[in-house]
Structures are given as C-alpha cells and as structure tokens.
C-alpha cells in the first residue's frame, strides 16, 4: 500500500537521537497507529511497549533482534517483527525510510 487514506496525521514530529531519527504517527478510524519515520546513518537501540512489524521503504539497516545473536539485514521491501516490551538495535549504514505498524492485544 503506497498511501493511506481517512487518516489523521499527529503534526508534531516524533525526534529521537538529536534529530537523526524522525517520524510522524497517523491514526486510522478503528484507532491502530502507525508512523512513517526516517532514520540517518548511524546506530541505534529501541525500547517497544506494544508489537511492532517495521516495514522498510528505501535504504535498508541491520537488526539484532531480541533474542538473537545473529545480525540481519533488511532492505526496500522487506520488514521484521519485534515483541512487545522488547528492545532491539539498529545499524543503519546510510538511510532508512520506514513504517511502524503497533499491534495491540
């Protein structure tokens, strides 16, 4: 799905990192969220409340995901899982242009 439609959109941006990490959330009617977020190069470590499928749209990173010793890397079109109350950590060699979808119990 390249857009979403009957959406709101959360104006202020998400910013993590000094910046280097930014996204927006958008809510859907039947109250699941999502957001569309970009990430520059670098290395970063994430703390998850709710499930996370993390979509990559462009550039790619590398995932070391809970309970994993081995690093994978994900590409434009590819996604991953993350449990929930989980952290995970990302390398991001150039850019990351992605959507979050949290799914709640």
Known sequence: MSEFKNVTVVREANV???????SRTVEFDDGTKKTLG?????????????????????????????ESSDW????AGESFNVPANAKFDLVVKAFADYCCSYIEK
Request: overall charge negative; cysteine-free; aromatic content about 12%.
């Open 72 to 75: 994978k890397t994900v590409k």
């Open 38 to 66: 970009f990430m520059m190069a670098g290395e970063y470590s994430f703390d998850t409340a709710a499930a996370e499928v993390m979509e990559m749209l462009g550039g790619e990173m590398d995932v070391l995901l809970p």
């Open 16 to 22: 993590y990192f000094d910046g280097k990490v930014t």
